[in-house]
């Protein structure tokens, strides 16, 4: 997700960057692996200055959220485990489109696709998380559960829970887990989303469980090896570079573009739309 929670994130980072450090030296030592420090340090770089940025954002995100649950259907406080466990599945649901149409929605993609370039999978990944969270929407995909009367506290608190959740299914250390890989999202489901493979692009969307992956048919299990990283991979560790990627793939492609629908197309279409060639064919044609 992309949405900064509050300052504390601060506080986050440098825990974060301990356990990074651990999983380093076990991998060196007793796994004898390499370790991909450059890479390792450009998610830190990006995860810092997305921070700041957030302290300026944040603002606003918590402001539509609050502004719609102004607006609100019901009020509903969670005060019986019942409810909790509603909300958790609502929530999760939420996160599941989130998600989903991070990856399928080509101005969320360039907000998402900053998580999904690192070429290697260690627990620093999970501290690449894109800049322009704001810029994408991301925050109205959970609009309506504010609207339908869960307060956006609540929602923070339970997006900056799944979060924290998320961090341990950054690593090849996990394999897998039994009888919860049916039910919960994992680090062997998580490698898989972060694959190039043909077969694992745009799979595995939940946040902390699986479910709604394998309910609508996008889940699929870890099986070959994974490739890490972007179908055209990044090889940049400049922090900047890296967080607007696909921002410029995106204005290049407005430059290219011969009309407005072709620009909406570019711009809300899958990530790698192109003109259909018939299109392409009519226009060379009048060209
Ligand atoms: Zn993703
Ligand atoms: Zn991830």
Redesign the pocket.
Known sequence: MEMGTHSGNFWFLLGLAVIVLLEAIWLIIAKKQAFPWKESFANFGVAIIKRLIDLATYGVAAGVLFWVYDHRLFTIEIDSLGLGVGFFLLFEFAYYWHHRWAHEIRWMWATHSV??SPNHMNLS??ARLGWTGLLSGSVLVFAPLAFVGFHPTLIFITLALSLFY?VF??TELIGKLGPLEWVLNTPSH?RA??GSNPRYIDKNYGGVLIIFDRLFGTFEKESEKVTYGLTKPLRTNNPIKIALNEWFGIGRDIGKSRNIKQALGYMFGRPGWKPSTEQRASQDAEA
Request: glycine letters at 0%; zero cysteines.
């Open positions: 998580h999904h990944v999970a998320q299914l950054h998580h989303h972060h």
